[in-house]
């Protein structure tokens, strides 16, 4: 199984942008995690595969809405209010072998190539 993200760009702050997450097979749980330059990778929003049960970081919740298909086997990130702090590269993540949510890196099985999130101020 492969992960393509799309979405990514360069916005204003305050501004919206949806990425999206195509999977070349079937996956489970999903996720998004997000790297700043110089700092670590970084817990975005997760969701199940069959009850669509979600979870977020603090700093994302009441903003950031995950969503999915999995008729498409697409993933879903709504950015609303866009901050300069939201700057990051966003990955898209599956995992393969569990139905558990987790905002851990280690649980995820494959990772998407990144798409670049650029807020200005």
């Known amino acids: 199984v492969q992960l393509v993200e799309s979405g990514g760009g360069l916005v204003q702050a305050g501004d919206s942008l949806r990425l999206g997450c195509a999977a070349s097979?079937?996956?489970?749980?999903m996720a998004w995690f997000r790297q700043a330059p110089g700092k670590e990778r970084q817990f975005v929003a997760t969701i199940g595969w069959s009850t669509g049960t979600t979870y977020y970081a603090e700093s994302v919740k009441g903003r950031f809405t995950i969503s999915r298909d999995n008729a498409q086997n697409m993933v879903y990130l709504q950015m609303n209010s866009l901050k300069p702090e939201d700057t990051a590269v966003y990955y898209c993540?599956?995992?393969?072998?569990?139905?558990?949510?987790?905002?851990?890196?280690?649980?995820?099985?494959?990772w998407g190539q990144g798409t670049q999130v650029t807020v200005s101020s």
């Open positions: 993540a599956a995992a393969l072998r569990t139905t558990v949510i987790s905002a851990r890196a280690t649980q995820y099985d494959i």
């Open positions: 097979g079937r996956t489970f749980t």
